[in-house]
């Protein structure tokens, strides 16, 4: 066992190429296609590591679930030089597409620049130790790399987080790397000149457009790709299902996966509060000030486990769900407990045998 899986074994939340170490191997074995370089797989077994399939005979589990094409418009930018961003609603899989895609290509999903309005622009350049630069000046010893730095030098990928939360100079300080493909150090007279495989995946989230709109330069460094929420019922069910089947086992969690009753359920409620309509197009609703996503209904059901197997009897009650739903639905205490009000009495109730458990749970935790 090598340092690195033994320092990950009792990881809170192991990374992509940890968790999915065995599909990785598998698909490497088998590839048949042409590798590019700095690549550690082809664009077609990067493909089917994201969306699913055979590698010999292990099975490679499907992590993306939606529109195919997408995918293949993601992998083909990183091919070509140009970075690669990831935008849509919350939820809609975009760390999650770019850790899995960092994954597969490079091997090393760790390399990320978390964006927020601290972000400076030498966490996306360098900095330096400020000890050993006040005691022996500037020596490449005392250089403290940035994650993009570092993929360069590698030939790597580095993620660049919440990119549209950032300051316009850190955004900027993108620019010039991504277009001259290097990072000059003057004061060590030497240039950090990116090896092939080197690229960004960025990702931003389209409600916070607006905090700092991304400079038209910079956009145009970017092959853009948005990702929808999921655009029918049986894919959101699919896409819970999965990823409170893989939440639950990574948390060990004793408690009976839910059945497929109760993901329908919570599917349909987030899918018409989130539309503000009904499924069948009959009735307005209400949407809540909060993001209800997919993204949300799996840590809603994971919690709902939770609960169940530390404080119930391990099977997921309509008590263990209400309680969830309610803490994913009602965020800001007035107005939402209002809509969800509205919600149960309005839709919830007349629905008949089949959901009055459920209402009835809802409707005790919403008083
Ligand atoms: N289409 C999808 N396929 C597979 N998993 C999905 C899909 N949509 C959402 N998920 C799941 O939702 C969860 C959250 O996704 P993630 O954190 O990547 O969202 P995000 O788009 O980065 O959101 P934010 O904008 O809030 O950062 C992940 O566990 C992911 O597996
Ligand atoms: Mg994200």
């Not at 009976?256 to 009735?283: Q, S, Y």
């Amino acid at each position: 066992m090598s340092t690195i899986q033994k320092q990950t074994e009792n990881m809170m939340r192991l990374p992509a190429e940890r968790l999915y170490a065995d599909e990785i191997a598998a698909l490497i074995k088998a590839d048949k296609g042409k590798v590019p370089t700095g690549w550690q797989m082809s664009p077609q077994a990067v493909f089917t590591f994201i969306t699913g399939g055979k590698a010999g005979k292990t099975v490679i589990t499907p992590k993306y679930i939606g529109n195919k094409r997408l995918v293949e418009m993601a992998i083909a930018t990183l091919v070509t030089d140009r970075a690669l961003l990831l935008i849509g609603e919350p939820g809609t899989a975009k760390s999650w597409l770019s850790e899995n895609l960092t994954a597969a290509i490079y091997g090393h999903s760790g390399l990320v620049v978390q964006g927020t309005a601290g972000t400076t622009e030498e966490q996306v350049r360098y900095s330096w130790n400020y000890a050993m630069l006040l005691a022996n000046g500037p020596t490449p010893e005392a250089l403290v790399q940035s994650p993009i730095m570092r993929a360069m030098e590698a030939g790597g990928i580095a993620r660049f987080e919440e990119i549209s939360r950032c300051a316009s100079e850190v955004q900027d300080a993108l620019i010039s790397i991504l277009s001259e493909k290097t990072i000059s150090v003057p004061e060590l007279g030497k240039e950090v000149s990116a090896h092939k495989g080197f690229s960004i995946i960025a990702t931003a989230n389209t409600r916070d457009r607006g905090v700092n709109e991304m400079s038209a330069a910079l956009k145009r460094r970017f092959n853009i790709v948005v990702l929808p929420t999921p655009s029918d019922m049986e894919t959101e069910v699919e896409i819970v299902k999965k990823r409170v089947q893989e939440i639950a086992a990574a948390y060990d969690l004793q408690s009976a996966a839910p059945a497929d009753e109760a993901l329908h359920k919570v599917v349909t409620i987030f899918r018409e509060l989130r539309n503000g309509m009904t499924l069948d197009k009959k009735e307005k609703v209400k949407s809540p000030a909060g993001v209800i996503s997919t993204a949300e209904a799996i840590s809603l059901l994971t919690n709902s486990m939770a609960l169940a197997a530390s404080f119930g009897s391990g099977e997921l009650t309509d008590e263990d769900l209400a309680a969830g739903l309610q803490g994913a639905i009602v965020k800001d205490d007035v107005k939402d407990k209002l809509v969800w009000k509205e919600y149960l009495d309005n839709v919830m109730k007349k629905r008949g045998a089949e959901w009055r458990g459920l209402y009835t749970a809802c409707k005790e935790l919403n008083e």
